[in-house]
């Protein structure tokens, strides 16, 4: 059986563990190594007003380029890194990153950066975060910090202190996937979420069912009774664009409107 253990930062294995075990701690030992050697890169997808068409804003997301194993995504390797306390090191390497490059962006772009329950639960995220907002001398107003309900339902107190210590240094709190998981209306009413994403499972089915176009028309419903605008995740054609604009919906992004890519487009993206 595998021992792992956040606050020694190690995944041990034994000779008893079975492939999957033995392959989570050679993953983990990976990563650890990942960070020393640098293999992380990020990418950035744009986000956009559907009303007006105009860019707001870049999500950063992760990649890891190993030597060996290639491309690695995301859903591959957070996990672990969550497991064995990598996550720590690898989110602030993120968050220090994406914040200098935002920097570097004209300056009505906001910056989305994903953040692990894990941060939540184990680092002084405000501290953290105020900190590389200090180095990188980025507007706290164009920093967003995504978060899941898994990071509120673990120690609701916890992450309630976290997300308070976050808004109070002027950066914004998106809730992630929403609509999947714990998603409950308790959660919504009494965090201080400044933007709802809702997930992308919802845009498949759009135009073809019609209850998931009652599930979205409801979530804008919410989201406007809330005065929290709502971003749609997952847009891959025009026709589930159109659905999203006459409901009401305030964002979207998705591979119609672009793919992550290494660098944000130049004529919208770059300071001169
Ligand atoms: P997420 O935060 O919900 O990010 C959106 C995911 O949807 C990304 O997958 C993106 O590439 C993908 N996506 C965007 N548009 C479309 C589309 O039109 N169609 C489809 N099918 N997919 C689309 P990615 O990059 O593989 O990331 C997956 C998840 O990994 C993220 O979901 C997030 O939960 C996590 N993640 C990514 N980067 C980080 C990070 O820096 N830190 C942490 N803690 N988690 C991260
Ligand atoms: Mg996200
Ligand atoms: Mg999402
Ligand atoms: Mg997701």
Redesign the pocket.
């Known amino acids: 059986r595998a021992k792992q253990s956040i606050s020694q930062n190690v995944c041990f294995y034994d000779g008893e563990m079975d492939d999957v075990a033995r392959d989570r701690a050679r993953m983990a030992k990976d990563l650890w190594q990942a960070i020393e050697e640098g293999q992380f890169k ?2 950035y ?1 744009v986000q956009k007003s559907i009303a007006t068409s105009e860019t707001t804003g870049y ?5 890891w380029v190993h030597p060996e194993r290639g491309n690695v ?3 591959d390797f ?1 996990e672990v ?2 497991e064995c306390g990598a ?1 720590l090191p ?2 602030e390497w ?1 968050l220090r990153e ?1 914040c200098r490059e935002a920097a570097t962006w004209e300056p009505h772009l906001k910056v989305a ?4 329950p894990v ?1 939540i639960a184990h680092a002084d995220i405000g501290a953290l975060v105020d900190q590389v907002l200090q180095e990188t001398k980025l507007d706290p107003s164009r920093l967003e910090l ?1 978060i ?1 309900e898994s990071s509120i339902i673990v120690d609701k107190n916890r992450a309630m202190a976290a997300l308070q210590a976050i808004k109070a240094l002027g950066v914004s709190i998106a809730i ?2 929403f609509g999947t998981g714990y998603s409950s209306l308790e959660t919504l009413r009494s965090f201080p979420f400044d933007k709802i ?1 809702l ?2 499972s919802f ?1 498949t089915e759009l135009n073809e069912s019609d209850e998931a176009k009652a599930m979205v028309r409801a979530i804008l419903a919410l989201g406007q009774g809330l005065r929290i605008p709502v971003l749609a ?4 054609t025009s026709e589930q664009l159109d659905i999203l604009r006459s409901e009401g919906c305030h964002e979207a ?4 409107l672009g ?2 890519g290494p660098t944000v487009e130049k004529s919208v993206g770059l300071a001169a």
């Open positions: 990020l990418n997808q999500e950063v997301l992760l990649r995504p995301p859903v957070i890194a969550e996550i690898i989110g993120v994406a950066v994903n953040l692990s941060q995504e899941t992630d996937d994403k997930d992308r845009m995740e997952g847009v891959e992004q998705g591979y119609l793919r992550p």
